[in-house]
């Protein structure tokens, strides 16, 4: 049986525990609701389970941040684009790609939101394959992936196919096999499921798209800086992921685009604005997009947003994405273990895979109950989030989660399900859900 001194022998040998004190630590008493019953007087703080949601801010991330607004913008002023920001989102994008996505420089770009990203670069996708006219998608993908496709068909008049899968599953090789012919132009697919956790075989995808002749995007949201990605050794074409996650960028921070070095004279974005024109101060009567990445940049890059993420690049870079895999399948693991044997009494279900090899970093449990236990959770500090319709998602960042941490919100879970049966009223009241973006 797992306990408390599990937990904490297994963070005590951890190769990773030094990263979680570089994290800025909220307190107990930094929560907005009531701590009613909770942990308010509990040293150990909030237990965040959410990571996959919004990454927490490290210490020197809230210095940058500060040195930049007083410093750069402060100081600097109109001067600081010609000296650093200009630059900043093909800086950015180089060092990301070559420590957490496996792309050479030149191919990664910091720009606008994911869901905006995904907009211009589907449509340079459909434009560079004018004689096929359907795209496939997961149709339990995240559904900023699925709305902007619907917007795109309704636009262009392309035929959206949608390929339906278990729901604790994913997509694999052979069901994307019978939806692919000679007018798939595109596929657009998440890594890592945001609702299962279910980690796709991102290179065998990638290659019996190809051998369609369509072309592959793969959404890196839910897998940027966790779980290793080699975009260039797999031959994916476009890639899009958001940097509030697991890159802990901060609430809104820009999303990232990746397109394949010699894609980028073929795809052509539809937003042409003058940050992505190849003489952005010539004031040019007509646009002529710029060379390589910057042309999928549209108007001013949102620099404020990107510097907190720059601290993330580097322990990532410090630690590695192998030992941060390794401590990811770790904390799955473990979730998956005390669900096993503590929840699994009050009914509660595992619906990630079980199988560490397809699963990212976080752990999905089903019970008719959880959008209350959610909610009271909240109240006390202990905050996974919630996903409908039964879903309580366990985000575990490897840099920042303990497995003391991962411990404490499992028997909170636990305690929380016991009073929600004692309450004999396991039926979830209805409510907001709870949770962010993600
Ligand atoms: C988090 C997430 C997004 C977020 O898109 P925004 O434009 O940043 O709101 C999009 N797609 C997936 C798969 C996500 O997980």
């Known amino acids: 049986m797992i306990s408390l001194a599990t937990a904490r022998a297994l963070d005590a040998a951890d190769p990773l525990r030094s990263y979680r004190d570089l994290f800025a630590t909220a307190t107990a008493g930094d929560a907005g609701g009531s701590t009613e019953g909770g942990t308010g007087t509990d040293p150990f703080g909030t237990v ?63 720009g606008d939101s994911t869901t905006v990203l995904l907009y211009k670069l589907i449509r340079a996708a459909l434009r560079a394959r004018p004689d096929r006219d359907e795209v496939v998608i997961d149709a339990d993908s995240f559904p900023t992936d699925r709305f902007v496709l619907q917007g ?65 995007l793969w959404d890196v949201c839910h897998s940027a800086g966790v779980v290793p990605t080699e975009l260039d050794a797999w031959g994916v074409d476009i890639a899009v992921g958001c940097t509030y996650k697991y890159l802990n960028g901060g609430p809104g921070s820009p999303a990232f685009a990746y397109v394949r070095a010699d894609l980028q004279t073929e795809l052509e974005q539809p937003i042409w604005g003058w940050m992505g024109a190849a003489d952005v101060f010539a004031m040019a009567p007509d646009y002529a997009p710029a060379r390589g990445m910057r042309r999928y940049l549209s108007g001013t890059p949102p620099i404020s947003a990107m510097i907190a993420m720059q601290h993330t690049l580097e322990l990532i870079a410090d630690a590695g994405m192998g030992p941060i895999r390794e401590k990811s399948v770790a904390l799955t693991e473990f979730v998956i273990e005390l669900a096993d044997t503590t929840l699994a009494r009050h009914g509660v279900r595992v619906s990630s895979p079980r199988n560490a090899e397809r699963r990212g970093s976080h752990v999905t449990l089903s019970h008719r109950s959880f959008r209350a236990v959610t909610a009271a959770l909240w ?57 962010g973006a993600s």
Do not use: K
């Open 48 to 110: 965040y389970l959410d990571g996959n949601s919004l990454g927490r801010p490290t210490t020197a991330s809230i210095e940058n941040v500060h040195r930049f607004l007083t410093e750069e913008w402060g100081s600097r002023l109109i001067r600081g684009w010609d000296e650093r920001w200009m630059a900043l989102p093909e800086v950015i994008g180089d060092r990301m790609g070559q420590v957490a996505l496996g792309a050479a420089p030149g191919q990664t770009i910091v």
């Open 152 to 216: 795109i068909a309704a636009e262009c008049g392309v035929t959206l196919r949608l390929v339906h899968t278990d729901a604790a599953a994913g997509v694999v090789p052979e069901t994307l096999a019978d939806v692919l012919g000679p007018r798939t132009a595109l596929v657009v697919l998440s890594q890592v499921a945001y609702r299962s956790g279910f980690l796709a075989d991102a290179p065998a995808i990638t290659d019996i798209v190809h051998r369609a002749g369509a072309l592959m």
């Open 379 to 435: 109240r006390r500090n202990v905050i996974p989030d919630f996903r409908s319709p039964d879903g309580l998602r366990v985000g575990l960042a490897p840099l920042s989660t303990s497995f003391e941490e991962a411990f404490r919100g499992m028997a909170a879970i636990d305690d929380e399900l016991d009073a929600a049966a004692h309450r004999n009223d396991g039926a979830a009241p209805s409510g907001t859900e709870v949770s």
